[in-house]
Structures are given as C-alpha cells and as structure tokens.
C-alpha cells in the first residue's frame, strides 16, 4: 500500500512539473502597444537601392554601407521590421540621433522588435554591416545580400549589395 502510495506522489510530482514547462514555454501574448494612428499615403525610398563592393577579402574584416532612406510621402511611416537575408548581414536603422538595431536575418538569435516613425519628408539613414568570414573558407566567390524594411503605408523596401570575397 505504501509503495503505491509513493508511486502516485511521484507520478503528480513529475505531472506538476511537466505543466509548468508546458506554460513556461507558451508564447508570450501579442499584445500591441498604442500607436499613433498613421496614414497610407507614405512611402519609403532609397536614393540608391544597389550597392557593389567589388573585391573584399575575408582577412580585412567587416565592409559597411549606409543607404539613404526618405519617406517622400504626406503621412509619417511606421517602420515595423528591420531583417536581413543572411546571417553575415547586419542593419542600424538610424533617424536623427536616434538608432535602433542591429537587426539580423529571422531565426537567427533573439529577434528584437522595432518601431519607429519617419515623418513626411524626413530622411534617415540604414547602415548595413556585412561580415565575409561569417561562412568560413568556404564562404569565397560572388554573394548577393539584401535587407528588407518594412513599413505601414508600402510594400517593403529592399536595399541589395553585392561582392566577390576572397580568401
């Protein structure tokens, strides 16, 4: 009698904490914050969407580019998603004084969220951050890379860039 009796504590004991992981690993809720109501007559464009690098080698380190960015519309925009395509790319997405990122490519680490404004005619800048020896040797030859922002009034904006890495 008394070993079932301790058999059934043991099995509620290990019940309990098998639910407690189970609500530990629930998502979080998705509560969304206020936000100022923003219109969809903006839209986001970079004076240069291309950028090539030409011949970078893995041994110099890290290349960046900073795009310029403008929201050319009459509502201010919302930027809600700052990523990248690969893992070797990071984005700053800077307006003003202010900055917010890096941001990486999705899956890759903790993924931060983003949200900031760029008011009409406003210009900000993306500093993108490309890391060659990210892949390892053999990561050499021709990349092409690309981060993506996205924004409440259009279809996201793409920034490209291109290189030939070697060794």
Not at 16 to 22: D, E
Not at 85 to 103: N, Q, W
Not at 140 to 155: F, H, T
């Amino acid at each position: 009698m008394k070993k079932n009796q301790n058999q059934f504590i043991w099995a509620g004991v290990i019940l309990a904490v098998l639910i407690g992981f189970i609500w530990l690993a629930r998502p979080a809720s998705q509560s969304t914050p206020a936000s100022p109501v923003l219109g969809k007559n903006g839209a986001l464009t970079a004076q240069e969407n291309n950028y090539d690098f030409g011949s970078i080698s893995m041994a110099a380190g890290k290349v960046s580019k900073t795009f310029a960015i403008k929201n050319t519309g009459s509502d201010p925009l919302a930027v809600n998603q700052l990523y990248t395509s690969c893992m070797c790319t990071e984005a700053t997405l800077k307006i003003g004084s202010r900055a917010a990122g890096p941001f990486g490519m999705p899956g890759h680490g903790f993924a931060q969220r983003i949200s900031e404004t760029i008011r009409p005619n406003e210009e900000a800048a993306v500093e993108v951050v490309f890391d060659p020896a990210a892949h390892g040797p053999a990561g050499v030859g021709r990349i092409e890379r690309a981060v993506y922002l996205e924004n409440s009034a259009s279809e996201a904006l793409q920034l490209k860039f291109s290189a030939t890495v070697t060794p």
